[in-house]
């Protein structure tokens, strides 16, 4: 089998109503994405998605006439353009979904196959007032949601704390709340500092009083120490990786046992068959692995099938803030992915990774060159 064809296809959804990311200091009016369709001589076709994909035409002529089976050697390509190039993860999930389909099997049961489900938190995306924070909380777990994930905003601490202590206390103890300080990495453009130690320490202690199951990013990537002495002192547990690119990287974060729980997007840090090996190296370690996840359906897909191959948990993460931010939104081009009512995120029982493309929808949307 060889690779006749990969196929980008450029969207763009504009917001109405507009949704505002707490990490980008940038607001956009539109919602961008990048549709692969890697093509095969034999009549097989598989899709990814997740990142933008610019600059990748420069490289395709590598992966064109390459048996896409031979997905170790597909993966080393990968890694030596995004050394000059951009995030190109979204085509090894297109490849992943070809292997599926050949094996005719879903690609979670080829990553191992522990389970065919998993419980999914409702990761909100915008900073919200404490009182509009809980009734979205309370929205989220009528829908079966049993966990959510609040950003706060650096500068705006004491709002974002009120939000928590507030959800906690409308909630109760049988809702479980994580945290996100978004300081891992940074969007183009902010240039801001991060957070002191100091600080980051007091806002732990503060959360950890209010049960917050996981701190998420609390430091820069390279304060290590900073990240174990927050764990340490404060007693909350601490993940991160989630945009680190390379496998070397989140292994000596693994080694120097810098969290508790790891993170890695397989669409945007690492991929999927690097991410799989950071599952184990992490739980060899009595440690975590839940991907992040905040792309589009297609990225949550792909990141789906290897967390629930490899018995992630405790719960996955599902982009989902209304109104500016609902499944239909996010995942535009295909049927959009939503949970059952027991919280849970099911993985496709199709061969491949089970997406379902709307391509009336990928029509409207496309961007005109």
Known sequence: MKITAIRLTRLVLPLDPPFTAAWDPDPRTTFAATLVEVQTDDGV??????DTMDGF??????????????????????????????????????????????????????????????????SCGELKSPGAR??????????????????????????????????????GDDFEI??????????SGDIEPALPLAAVQRVAAELNELRVLWLEEPLPQVDVVGAR????????????????????????????????????????????????QVAESANLRHRLFTPHTWS?????????????????GPFIEFPFDPPGWTPE????????????????????AAAG?????????VARYTVQS
């Open 229 to 276: 002495r927050v764990r340490a002192q404060t007693g909350i547990q601490v993940s991160g990786g989630e945009m680190v690119r390379s496998l070397p990287e989140l292994m000596a974060l693994i080694e120097a046992d810098a969290f508790d729980i790891y993170q890695p997007d397989v669409a945007l840090a690492v991929g999927m068959y690097r991410a799989r």
């Open 134 to 171: 809980v009734e979205s909380a309370l929205a989220a777990k009528e829908l079966g949601f049993r966990a959510m994930k609040i950003r706060i905003a650096r500068d705006r601490l004491a709002e974002g704390i009120a939000a928590v202590r507030a959800t906690r206390e409308a909630l």
């Open 57 to 122: 035409e420069a490289y395709e002529h590598l992966f064109l006439g390459t048996d896409p089976l031979q997905i170790l050697n597909q993966v080393r390509r990968l890694e030596t353009v995004n050394f000059h190039g951009g995030r190109y993860w979204p085509l090894e999930a297109a490849l992943w979904d070809i292997i599926g389909q050949v094996a005719g099997l879903p690609v979670s049961v080829l990553f191992g196959g522990a389970k065919d489900r998993l419980p999914a938190y409702a």
């Open 329 to 348: 939104r996010r995942d535009f081009f295909m049927t959009p992915l939503m949970i059952d009512s027991r919280g849970d995120l099911v993985v496709p």
């Open 296 to 312: 589009n359906g297609l990225g949550l897909l792909a990141n789906l099938h290897v967390a629930a191959g490899v018995d992630a």
């Open 178 to 187: 994580m945290v996100d300080l978004n300081q891992m990495w940074r969007m």
């Open 45 to 50: 076709t598989g899709y990814g998605s997740g």
């Open 353 to 361: 990774l089970g997406a379902h493309i709307d391509h009336e929808a």
